[in-house]
């Protein structure tokens, strides 16, 4: 597959697509993502990611990239786990994160894909209330 068909994909994906280089900065958002989070897409680039959530994540994420470049045991890569955004304007919202390493020749790093789980929570929510 060319690199531009590639491009063509991820720019059209319903879910967002963030990647991050080693130190936590923002190297590529696609249209899902900004839309998601309600920046510009060049509001995000080369910020830190921890820009996207709130407290106590936020603080700790850097600390969370070193533990697994020390331990090397990753506690999402590989799993996903359901996190919680911050938008631009303050809300929050929950989505399904999936993380994978990308280990280039020259440098590693992270994608995120980022599948708003919103509605869903919401229609969990009524059936509990109503049970
Ligand atoms: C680790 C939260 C977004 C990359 C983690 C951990 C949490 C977390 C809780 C693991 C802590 C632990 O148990 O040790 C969040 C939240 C996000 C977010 C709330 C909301 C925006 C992202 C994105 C990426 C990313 C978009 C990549 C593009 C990583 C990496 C690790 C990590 C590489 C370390 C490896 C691992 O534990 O699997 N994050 N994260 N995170 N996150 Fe995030």
Do not use: C
């Not at 690199?3 to 063509?8: C, F, R, S, T, V």
């Not at 319903?14 to 897409?41: C, W």
């Amino acid at each position: 597959v060319s690199e531009n068909k590639i491009n063509a994909i991820i720019q059209s994906a319903v879910d967002g697509v963030i990647t991050i280089n080693e130190r936590g900065q923002i190297e590529m958002v696609n249209p899902a993502a900004s839309k998601l989070f309600g920046y510009h897409p060049d509001e995000l680039m080369g910020k830190s990611v921890n820009m996207l959530m709130p407290e106590p994540d936020k603080s700790r994420h850097d600390g969370y990239l070193h533990n697994y470049y020390r331990s090397g045991i990753g506690r999402i890569i590989g799993i996903g786990r359901e996190v919680t955004g911050l938008r631009k304007n303050g809300t929050t919202f929950p989505f399904y994160l999936s993380i994978s390493e990308v280990n280039l020749p020259d440098k590693r790093v992270f994608t995120g894909f980022i599948h708003d789980i919103t509605n869903q929570k919401m229609a969990e929510e009524k059936l509990r209330r109503y049970a």
